[in-house]
Nanobody, 120 residues
């Protein structure tokens, strides 16, 4: 079992930056894939924004390439999403997700989410 807790969301103006954190606890050594999802207002589907599968480099959805950076600090059992040059369309609840059985996303473990609001 893995527990995930996000933090770092907030209200920012367009063009500014935020860094989201996701603290993991439990069987963290079993995590094979991890990612950040977001759910925009009025949308039912969660969108995969960034992911690290096994030991690969992070991959990003096109709309955030060049602006977002995902990283993992294994010593702290924490993963991050650095978000630069934020846009109003980035407004969403951001969730971290992890998988421990297969190296595919979405995995079984979700955080509760953190709200990011970008004003124009």
């Amino acid at each position: 079992q893995v527990q995930l807790v996000e933090s770092g969301g907030g209200l920012v103006q367009a063009g500014r930056s935020l860094r989201l954190s996701c603290a993991a606890s439990g069987s963290t050594s079993s995590i094979k894939a991890a990612g950040w999802y977001r759910q925009a207002p009025g949308k039912q589907r969660r969108e995969l924004v960034a992911a690290i599968i096994s030991d690969s480099d992070a991959r990003y959805t096109d709309s955030v390439k060049g602006r977002f950076t995902m990283s993992r600090d294994f010593a702290k059992n924490t993963m991050y999403l650095q978000m630069n040059n934020l846009k109003p369309e980035d407004t969403a609840v951001y969730y971290c997700n992890a998988a421990d059985g297969r190296a595919t996303l979405p995995g079984d473990y979700w955080g509760r989410g953190t709200q990011v609001t970008v004003s124009s």
